[in-house]
């Protein structure tokens, strides 16, 4: 879920599979204040407002769990602020970076999105990103390989940059 302005995009969150979408405009008689974007094939299901509100009205549990979640987004945004607000763009590509390799498989990470997803996901722009990136490289903490592929070559530098000692491998 994005918020656009005219100059870019900002994450505002990210849904998986048995999400919700919506909970804020339901609850505040206003508009979502995103744009929902599937980056893959997705299925949805709309329900009318009215109905939720009745089934809400008929099972606290639902009430219950509907707020538990908004919680839970309130708690993810005011994380990502947080980082946004607090950490430079560089430190924030870092933990990207060892956050994908402590998923994946030997030294070869990849963004795991384009470079303009990633702008938005760090509160950014792409000419930053590649910009970044590329000093990264220039230091020798990693090396592009192509396709959003990139082989971590020191994995200490790249800790000590993100200032993340709990990120381990």
């Known amino acids: 879920v994005l918020r656009e302005t005219p100059d870019r995009g900002v994450v505002i969150h990210r849904e998986a599979a048995g999400g919700l979408l919506g909970e804020v405009a339901l609850f505040s008689d ?4 995103g744009t929902a ?4 094939p997705t299925l949805l299901i709309l329900l009318p407002e009215a109905a ?15 707020l538990r979640r ?4 309130t708690r993810e945004v005011i994380g990502r ?20 390799a402590t998923t ?9 999105m384009t470079q303009v997803q990633l702008a938005e996901e760090l509160g950014t722009v792409k000419e930053i990103i590649t910009r970044e990136l590329r000093a990264l ?4 903490v990693i090396d592009p390989q192509g396709g959003g592929r990139y082989a971590i070559r020191d994995r200490s530098a790249l ?11």
Do not use: F, N
Request: proline share 3%; net charge positive; hydrophobic share 45%.
């Open 30 to 33: 206003r508009r979502y204040p």
């Open 37 to 40: 974007i599937a980056t893959e």
């Open 52 to 66: 939720v509100l009745h089934a809400i009205g008929r099972d606290p549990d639902l009430a219950t769990l509907l």
């Open 70 to 73: 908004l919680a839970a987004r």
């Open 81 to 100: 602020l947080s980082r946004i607000a607090s950490l430079t763009v560089m430190r924030r590509l870092a933990l990207h970076l060892l956050e994908r």
């Open 104 to 112: 994946g498989r030997g030294t070869i990470v990849t963004l795991g």
């Open 137 to 140: 490289a220039r230091l020798g």
């Open 159 to 169: 800790r000590d940059i993100a200032g993340a000692t709990r990120i381990r491998r």
